[in-house]
């Protein structure tokens, strides 16, 4: 099928810019304004605010998702939100007297693999929504959701809206992908946290995937790291304001001398330790096997071996997935993996990510510097070329962002 040779705009609309039926029509004078200029207009949208956590809740008064028949319909469920806000920002569209069309993912057959969850986007057929276009209509599809070669629907992880926005932009060749949420863009650090961090006009996609994948929660980092490997830009921008926003881009001109770009945190850390392990040259391997089995993300991995020849490994993850993490660490030891598990609870994730620490050295020791002065206790810490990781009690967390988003002067960035 021929493209119509006008641009296509790509707008995602987050759940909090879909709350309730004054939001969505707010949302909807966005996609509307754009079809006035672009003409071909597809609209992602999330679940409205609290909608998913909703759904998951009235899942769970009938089991946690273990199997994958749960998994199945956990998914079935929750998709469900994404189906309603379709319909009403389609609704919202066609009351200004604009045409616009719900679409799904069955309808458009956005391909993915069968991981209930956490499902990667394997293909985008857009004959459907080319279609829609050509006709003159604004299409309003639903994101966070995929179906598998078994034609289940699968959802995309927490956040997957954004994926399903950077997926249909690069399927389409689209001319630019707006995600559209209810910060005024990416700032230096959160603002609600520290008020005086700064809003940044630019970052870099490398910058955007370490800061997502540190707590940042303006992107899901697959988007982020689809939108790099096809170049194509993302511009975050507020839906309750004209602020210009910020720009993903894979350049930036004009490039700040200051090294660190961003304070990042992530909140709900737990570590495990497992002490006393016998020093075999695969015990990482064997520690981590069962947990990458059950699909649990591991973040900072260290292992040591004490006086007494044995081996200790500590690894953080989330703490939704503590008890998970325990069931099989436990299952291992009854198995014959000798050692004894410990649990920290209450910690906290803080990063500093600049592409500028490639250039500059001493940057991980002035962090740790900074912290250490403050008498703020690290954990664990991280140095990979462009972000430095630490991980610290939660009672720390603000004055840690605010002792770093000082000491690295942050504030002379941004706006």
Known sequence: MEVDQKPIVVLKFGGTSLSDADTIRNSAKYAIREHETYRQVIVVVSAMAGETNRLLSMGRQFGHVLDTSRQREFDALVSTGEQVSAALMAMAIQEKGVAARSLTAHQIKIHTDNRFQSARIISIDSSELLRVLQQNMIAVVTGFQGIDSDGNIVTLGRGGSDTTAVALAVALNADSCKIYTDVKGVYTTDPTILPKSRLLKTLFFEEMIELASSGAKVLQIRSVELAMKNNMEIHVRSSISETPGTRVISERKGLE?????????????????????????????????????????????????????????????????????????????????????????????????????????????????????????????????IKVSCIIPAEFRNQAIAVLHEGLELYKLGQ
Not at 347 to 368: D, N, P, Q
Request: net charge negative; with cysteine; hydrophobic share 45%.
């Open 257 to 385: 001398t200051l090294t660190v770009t961003a304070i990042a945190h992530d909140d709900n850390q737990a570590k495990i330790a497992i002490v006393g392990l016998e020093n075999y040259p695969d015990i990482l391997s064997r520690v981590l096997e069962p947990l990458a089995n059950a699909n649990i993300v591991l973040d900072l991995i260290t292992q040591n071996v004490g006086v007494d020849g044995k081996m200790t490994v500590s690894f953080t993850i989330n703490e939704c997935d503590l008890e998970a993490s325990q069931k099989c660490l436990d299952s291992a030891i009854s198995e014959g993996l000798s050692g004894d598990i410990f649990v920290e609870r209450k910690l906290v994730k803080i990063s500093a990510v600049g592409i500028g620490m490639r250039t500059h050295s001493g940057i991980a020791h002035k962090v740790f510097k900074l912290l250490n002065d403050q008498g703020i206790p690290i954990l664990m810490g991280l140095s990979t070329e």
